[in-house]
């Protein structure tokens, strides 16, 4: 019988492993080394190995992290403000303002660090992220250990961070070149959308991102003004016009996809453009509902983000999943759509795949050591008939007790090892003062 | 300068009253004295008083509690079978086999009990409930504390309880002596469903109603198929129908509601029937979305419940508000319908003004002295700008951490204080075998 050496020992009630085989492991045991899982199958003994730290998970499902696929980190300070107006109000009347006012490395790193810290206690272990003053994102994700896409939110007009989009782009290379040798932050190219750009623009970073051998993302089709508004300007849908720019002949990631014609999701479906669908933003700003199952019958990837918490108001993949699969339900008036298990990928695994990550997204043996922990012991848990069920209609956020990413352990027992919580959320609350006597002086 | 003699007195950051000027205290006192509250203003100081029991919830928002207006508390044990399937075959396949074979007093008691853990950690502190063996209901809530209007569901055909509707109202009329010098818990008449009765029942309910002088509800209008079978076969639809019998002339709450035509909304705005809205089961069994805005225009009082936690899989009312106020933005493509205020209203205030109640549903002087108390000091809710925005948008359940209901402390510092959890999880998870073996069985 081998006798393992291991870092990390894990006993797990269950293993939602996530491979092609959907393999469920009942009272199972993992081992990690390094940044690998060493073991993943039946219980071990205790005889059977060594290892530095236990986690026992026995009431508890290991599965691989929540996958956030879609958020702006720095935002979440403004959680809250804005509540109940639509996304061009939400944007022109209070998100703009505050960050002409306010965005600034020190508010980004600030807003990044609360935005991590709920982002762990929820399970989530990888982040996509799009923001101004990006290399202040990137400080707060390598403290708290977390992997990243990360990009730097390019318009046509100046930001915050850059004063033209060639600012941008060189913002960028300084980036890539920041974390070249980085295994957790990887850098992508954002350009923020059709109505903040314009064609050139994603004509000049599909250029960029094929000589930088980067992937591409934007916020397209979001909304039904924009919509319009694009067949008003260019005679074309939002998505034939950056088809038109070849964008789509790089790696692109849409993001939303609200608002697709049938011939869009053809588009799509034929250049094999994942879509990244943000359900809990798209409802609160009232924009409307992605065609997940449509994208879906045409085999177009769907991966879930959480959009911003100031337009969510949460940063919890496990409600954005929860809320995924009953509003396509209603959406469709078919209770068999999304089914839990499709859910629970898109939030999870299909990250990994959208992104583009080797060895990651599933529990398996020398993949990447990437997983969360999820307590199935408490009242609404009860009883569990089936775990992926379980986790998707029932599973509340604070659940989650464990999170280890890249074979280092982020949060045990619900503390978050990586980050100062206590500093962190005093100088939140500090600064959501300053902001608060800030928009009452409009 | 008054001094007080009090049971209960509470520190809160946040007292939202909830009473028709909604008012807001900052940093306020509660004192409760017998049932109900004797203080509600600005801080006192602690020689201003004595109490018996002091807590402390200068970080949290006390409020009215959840009330939970429409439930089936004994399927909480079906929790998670029959996931993604509509409704007509979540009851044939699944619910009423698993009745036949389960559904008996002892069941039923155990299955409210699950629930009213549930509920109680959520902040719910009225329930409005409809079950078989509504005496075993009845039991449970007692014990647990908390006010309740408790219905025996009655059927054209036979049930797990009753073998016939005269069997039903005398079951009914058994519980109406049981509890007639209840404070905490109230008959109403409940007749399942237009698909399950017919016009007879319905009329011949409305004068055993009239005659007891009780509320009566039903489920009316949820699904399409619903509407279609009354338009086939009574040539009405199903609100016409039953308002055709003469059960709106009696106190009747309309379950459901998804499938209303303008003329059944102004049936309902005539009659002054309000409706309770599920938001969350009508998603999870592809039913629909009730026209929330459309009766809030026409005056129609709406309110919440979450239904069974086997069609939902939960029992938060924090998750129902969150999910109502973002479904109808997405339905109405407007990111202004349903903001928070009224959102927060529809699950807790509106429910005492639509089941009656006296004296309850705000936190004001004199008033019977039911409140939760809500932390909002974690990650999730911070920073925060409008504590209404942070409850309905950014809150999650755990957050709750008291529960006080008719002067008496329910739950603190999130312990339930009334019911022995761990013996009836352990119970509730026996019995999740034996339900699981059956399934497997079939």
Known sequence: MEFFKADIAIDAGYILCLDESATQIEDGTILIKNNNFQYVGSRLDRGQYIATDYIDAKTSVVLPPFYNQHTHPSLSLYRGLGVDLSLHDWLQKVIWPLEKRFCNPEMVYLGSQLSLLEMIRSGTGAVATMDFHTKAVGKAFEEAGLRAYLGEAIFKTPTPACQSPEDGYKYIESLLTEYSDSDLIHIYLAIHAPFTSNPALYKEAAKRATQWDILTTSHIAETKSEFEWSQKTYRKTPVELIESTGILDTDFILVHGVHLSDSDIKILSNNDIPVIHNPQSNMFL????????????????????????????????????????????????????????????????????????????????????????????????IPSYDITSTLVYSSHSEDVTGLIVNGKIIMKDREIITLDEGGILDRCKKMGLEIAQFMKNR
């Open 286 to 381: 009232g924009s409307g509902a992605c065609p997940v199952s449509s994208l879906l019958e045409q085999n177009v990837l769907v991966g879930l983000g959480t959009d911003s918490a100031a337009s969510n108001n949460n940063l919890s993949m496990m409600r954005e999943m929860q809320t995924a699969a009953k509003l396509h339900k209603v959406i469709q008036k078919d209770a068999s759509s999304i089914p839990a298990p499709q859910a629970l990928r898109m939030a999870t695994a299909n990250g990994y795949r959208i992104y583009r990550h080797k060895l990651l997204g599933q529990i398996t043996k020398d993949y990447k050591a990437d997983m969360q922990i999820i307590e199935t012991a408490d009242i609404h848990n």
